[in-house]
């Protein structure tokens, strides 16, 4: 289990690096920064621990540089490394080991990033077990947080908010600001999915103060995004497009391009509802373009489900139906809960009779959806043709 020569060197400087992406604006830049710099050397440090089968510094390495990996869009880059490295989780043997469990929690962000969501929730809830045995109170926390997030985008808001809520319990008990932003954050979201808008604005506002006292530039780039979605759904599109752009600012500074793509969707979501349908498109296929940078079903799904609400709005309701198809699709495929109701009853009222069968229209694997959704946005809505998605290849 030792380090081969000069590894621990570097897991050292690569584990002091991390440290900085839980603290302020600038700790956060210096951070991603150094840990860019290295990836050259991170890839090749982790291809040989794994060839050699050398799995303790693999696991720091992973523990170190994933979150940095996946805010960058790296994560598809390592994604091979990391599968290999945690597959063999049981040389650790009963004992805990503390990079085991970093690595654990990294991978499941890592899977939750990419939509993965069963392989997820099975790292975390082992990273949270290791940590439970090891006396590891924060990381208890932080699994419990994630695990919290991959419930709600599996439909799952009742357990989702009971881990946000042990989890912030958690971090107020050891005093983490950064922690205890995220988890408030993270139960706006669920009171959103829920429908309870004020709840969801309290939480947001607090998160966001909370943010801001400690100059979290990646987790008030998410807050403005999360109120910018609150002023959407009540109208004030002007208001929600400010803030997405305030948002959209903070994460490119970063170099985040997970929260980047995410951000051009949502302000392609405010152009559609102006009747701006030229800059959704635009915005449209740059989202999408990001996602599948980064290798994000999900986002694949939500730009899809977008894209029929501009069907709609552009008067093609076949072409809104294309897109719905894909969407549906993809969710099912990734095992996330289902496109909102509203919309599926919307593309289905205006689809009528022109195409029977049009919700069984046969899509295939998640890369032959991508595709499929890919040369859907080449043309404008306009340019639809009539006809279904082609079966999966």
Known sequence: MAAPDGFDDLCVRLEGLALGLRGSSAQQLASLEGLEQRRPRCSSALERCVAEGRWLPAWRIIGACARAWWIRGHGTEFRALVDAALACDRAAGES????????????????????????????LERAKHLASVEGGALGVADAENWLGMVDRERGRLHAA????????????????????????????????????LDEAQRRHEQALLERQSIDDLH???????????????????????????????????????WGVAGSRLCLAAVAVELGQLARATEALRAAFAGFVAVDDGLGLAECAELAAELGLAAGEPEWAGRALVIATALRVKLGAAPAEAGLRARVRARVGEGWPGWEEAPVGSVAAAREHLRELLARSPGHAQRRGPAAGR
């Not at 971090?171 to 309870?196: E, F, M, P, Q």
Request: hydrophobic content about 45%.
């Open 96 to 123: 805990p080991v503390p990079a085991l469990r970093g690595a654990l929690q990294a991978g499941g962000e890592l899977d939750y990033a990419r939509a993965d969501y069963p392989r997820a929730a099975a790292r």
């Open 161 to 196: 908010g009971q881990h946000h809520e042990r989890a912030l319990a958690r971090y107020a008990a050891l005093g983490d600001a950064w922690g205890r932003a995220h988890a408030t954050s993270n139960l706006g979201v669920v009171a959103y999915r829920r429908g309870s």
């Open 219 to 257: 987790g008030i780039a998410s807050s403005l995004g999360n109120l910018a979605l609150l002023a959407r759904v009540r109208g004030e599109l002007e208001r929600a497009g400010l803030l997405y752009r305030e948002s959209l600012a903070a994460r490119e500074r970063l170099g985040d391009a």
